[in-house]
């Protein structure tokens, strides 16, 4: 079931203060609205009545959808460098929860995905990714390959993510420079690359074990030290 609240959030055009009506958890199974608001990336955005600007006010939450079998934990980009604690805490929860309920939900164990994100963008590229049918790990060992083919994409604290998987298996990618809000530049991976990573999977795993171990799965867990200061309250149209 999704839960919400009233949260007190300040304009940083106007200062002005505002309550907001926010998700604490999803359960996307029975509200597809807001599956569908966070690929539009519109999801928790806020309109001020004193300036008139929108707002999109980045917070932790869990994400769960049983149909998809999916269970990320949603944390704020502030808190990146705590990936270890919440790997830990989400394997921990998930084994409590599996362990309290009744078989029939015991029954999710199979296929179930259990990840964490950081920011609303990660946990929209996650659906991306999956809703084309690509194992996640395999789309952030594309991203390596991006890197060695580009290496001024290596900056401190800048990031990958995935915008768009098309049918012919080509991939768009947006990079975000050190604490940016919209993307600073966008490439395109050629289909071959997916297509590479599919058939080379067995000695990427060996590679990189760890992308393919559940959680964090994300090459950034590799320079996770980087913390993004950037507020959790901004214009909600830098990300249309």
């Known amino acids: ?36 608001e966070i690929l539009a990336r519109s999801f928790q955005h806020v309109h001020c009545d004193n300036c008139s600007a929108h707002l999109e006010v980045e917070q932790q939450l869990v994400y769960t959808d049983f149909e998809r079998r999916h269970w990320i934990y949603v944390c704020t980009e502030a808190t990146r460098a ?5 790997e830990q805490r989400l394997s921990a929860d998930i084994a409590r929860f599996l362990g309290e309920h009744s078989p029939l939900v015991a029954g999710l164990r199979d ?15 996650k659906l991306v990714v999956w809703d084309a049918g690509v194992e996640d790990a395999l789309a952030e060992c594309l991203k390596v390959r991006a890197y060695a083919d580009d290496p001024s994409l290596v900056l401190a604290g800048s990031s990958l993510v995935i915008d768009r998987i ?33 058939r080379d999977r067995a000695s ?21 030290s980087e913390v993004s200061p950037r507020s959790s309250i901004r214009s909600g149209a830098d990300r249309t």
């Open 1 to 36: 079931m999704s839960t919400f609240y009233t949260r007190e959030v300040v304009c940083p055009r106007c200062q002005r203060g505002m309550d907001a009506w926010l998700a604490r958890g999803i359960h996307a199974s029975r509200r597809t609205d807001l599956r569908d």
């Open 82 to 86: 705590d990936w270890a604690a919440w």
């Open 111 to 125: 296929g179930l995905r259990t990840r964490i994100v950081f920011g609303y963008e990660e946990l929209r590229e």
């Open 166 to 198: 098309d049918g012919d298996d080509t991939v768009t990618l947006n990079w975000f420079a050190a604490d940016a809000v919209m993307p600073s530049r966008q490439l395109t991976a050629p289909s071959a690359w997916l297509r590479d990573t599919d």
């Open 204 to 224: 990427l795993a060996q590679r990189f074990p760890e992308l393919f171990a559940g959680g964090y799965v994300n090459v950034r867990r590799y320079r996770a």
